[in-house]
């Protein structure tokens, strides 16, 4: 098996191969995609590309957004939920990690969302987005826009909203990077590009947005992979 890359998002082949980012892996606790495989195969071409080293982000806590309204739980239920699954994705990739040689295992690290979201740049990206979000209707279309991507239920007004925070949560990682000891991890593989990802290429280039783009105070290239186990 290898990694097939369809598109290249703010980078390029050249850029990937010269091992210029240090390379982080999104699981999304939905994404039936993540297969054990499948994780392994992520973690094997982001080992033999990334710059230093390879952060897995398992995105737990937010997924109880997904459960609150998908699946009408509370919210301590949801975040209950999102939690216990969390862990049980975070036991099974360490699995996989112990599989591998000791040199490499050394230089792969999961964490959980909780393990990212207090981290100053990104709860100051994440404030500048919300009061974005508040205030710019076409800002909050673009962002109501992404949940109902490829949505085959139908929600009301409210429900798209706490969808959106879904979106709201992940936006500063994807356009900051993501940050753990110091470093910043700036590319990101991921089986599939949406509306998500070309909000993140326009708000990195300043295009729709370019008064947001500046309160980011964006200091280095991120980029995003569509990448697909072939």
């Known amino acids: 098996m290898f990694m097939k890359i369809v598109n290249y998002l703010n980078t390029d082949k050249k850029e990937v191969e010269s091992k210029k980012f ?28 990334t710059k230093e ?6 995105a737990d806590k937010i997924h109880a957004i997904n459960y609150e309204v998908r699946n ?10 999102a939690l216990k699954k969390g862990k049980e994705i975070k ?8 599989q591998l040689p000791q040199e490499q295992q050394q230089k792969v690290h999961i964490l959980l969302w909780n393990d990212i ?14 009061t974005e979000f508040k205030t710019n209707p076409i800002f909050y279309k673009k962002i109501i826009d992404i949940p109902k991507e490829n949505m085959i239920f ?48 326009d708000l990195l280039q300043g295009k729709t947005f370019p008064e947001l783009t500046k309160k980011l105070k964006i ?10 186990v072939d």
């Open 219 to 228: 200091k280095h290239k991120t980029a995003i992979l569509e990448a697909y």
């Open 22 to 49: 240090n390379i982080w892996i999104g699981i999304s606790l939905g994404n039936k995609y993540f297969t054990k495989q499948n994780i392994k195969e992520y973690i094997l071409w982001a080992l033999e590309n």
């Open 91 to 98: 036991q099974s990739i360490a699995k996989i990690i112990r």
């Open 53 to 58: 080293n390879v952060v897995i982000l398992i």
């Open 117 to 130: 979201e207090n981290d100053l740049e990104y709860k100051s990206a994440k404030k500048a987005i919300l």
């Open 154 to 201: 139908k929600f009301n007004k409210k429900e798209f909203e706490i969808l959106s925070s879904y979106v709201l949560n992940e936006l500063p990682i994807f356009i900051k990077g993501l940050k753990y000891k110091k470093v910043i991890y700036d590319l990101i593989p991921y089986p599939g590009l949406g509306k998500i990802d070309a909000l993140t290429l």
């Open 72 to 81: 009408k739980y509370t919210k301590k239920r949801s975040l209950s939920v």
